[in-house]
């Protein structure tokens, strides 16, 4: 696939999403790890923050590689009004299957604003409007509550559905493992039918 096929540029009512590997360097990421600011977030997700700028350096270059092929889209999420970074949000394409699949880490400043929610807005219209992508999943794992009633909002919002738990489906964290996902999917078919006048509000740069 070819390193332009997603869109470069989104920008939504307060967020703006842009390529992780163009916005943020290894330095800048270790730096929100090696604070302990990370800790709240990493530990839900079954991981522990970045122990070496080389974890930093290795996930940025895998998020570069995974935009120039097509198969991952990882985007920097930053405040409009105050170009401060927000967090991540990840789209893992099944081009064969016309599915992709939902990542997303907030920094823990930022929790409670909404923001998750305004995040699955935009990638739900890159996946549908513009991807063209029969559906999208999204998972958590069963004792992340958090995740849960973030996931559930908006699932239910969009008319999509709980599918299952998927026993032993995650590998093994550096919490321990291997560990189950709880999932959920949205059809393009559904989204068309529960979207509001919020894409008004979506504005896809290329």
Request: aromatic residues 10%; glycine residues 8%.
């Amino acid at each position: 696939m070819p390193s332009s096929l997603f869109p470069e540029r989104v920008e939504s009512e307060r967020l703006r999403y842009e390529p992780l590997h163009e916005v943020l360097d290894a330095l800048d990421l270790y730096e929100y790890h090696r604070t302990g600011e990370m800790d709240a977030v990493m530990q839900p997700l079954g991981e522990k923050p970045h122990a070496t700028p080389k974890k930093s350096m290795d996930e940025m270059e895998a998020a570069k590689k995974g935009w120039e092929s097509g198969s991952r889209a990882t985007y920097a999420i930053t405040r409009r009004d105050a170009d401060e970074f927000v967090g991540v949000a990840e789209l893992w394409m099944e081009w064969e299957k016309r599915v992709t699949s939902f990542g997303t880490w907030i920094r823990e400043p930022h929790w409670g604003h909404g923001y998750s929610g305004e995040r699955a807005g935009v990638m739900l219209a890159i996946a549908f409007d513009y991807l063209d992508l029969e559906y999208v999943n999204v998972g958590h794992e069963p004792d992340n509550e958090q995740s849960k009633r973030a996931i559930e909002k908006y699932v239910e919002a969009y008319g999509g559905r709980r599918d299952a738990t998927l026993r032993n489906w995650l590998p093994p964290g550096d919490e321990g493992g291997p560990r189950d996902l709880d999932t959920y999917s949205i059809s393009q078919a559904q989204w068309r039918e529960n979207v509001s006048d919020e894409l008004a509000t979506i504005r896809i740069v290329k």
